[in-house]
């Protein structure tokens, strides 16, 4: 089992920026692929990002492409989505997942989840 702890979340105005994080307690995050997805209000839960360290890959959904980036910093057990130019519909909980076999956007394959942090965009 693998708990996943996520911080960051909070209010923003149109245009900011917001770091997410996500640890996994009591795993190395490089066994790990991770990925963040979100939940709008009214909306069905959807991917964002996910990155591998063993593949040194990453994938980003295409309303997020050049504006969102997933990372992990060198001296922290822990992944980071940094998020620039904030848009109001990126107002979503967020939720972090990881899998210790699969790599993708595939909300199901993911075995682990975090609880959510909620990102809400608006002036």
């Known amino acids: 089992q693998v708990e996943l702890v996520e911080r960051g979340g909070g209010l923003v105005q149109p245009g900011g920026s917001l770091t997410l994080s996500c640890a996994p307690d009591?795993?190395?995050?490089?066994?790990?692929?991770m990925a963040w997805f979100r939940q709008g209000p009214g909306k069905e839960r959807e991917f964002v990002a996910a990155?591998?360290?063993?593949?040194?890959?990453?994938l980003y959904a295409d309303s997020v492409k050049g504006r969102f980036f997933i990372s992990k910093p060198y001296d922290r057990n822990s992944m980071i989505l940094q998020m620039v130019n904030l848009l109001r519909e990126d107002t979503a909980m967020y939720y972090c997942?990881?899998?210790?076999?699969?790599?993708?956007?595939?909300?199901?394959?993911?075995?682990?989840w975090g609880r959510g942090t909620q990102v809400t965009v608006s002036s």
């Open positions: 009591g795993r190395d995050l490089k066994d790990l692929a």
């Open positions: 997942a990881a899998s210790l076999d699969y790599y993708g956007e595939v909300m199901s394959r993911y075995e682990f």
């Open positions: 990155i591998s360290w063993m593949r040194d890959s990453t």
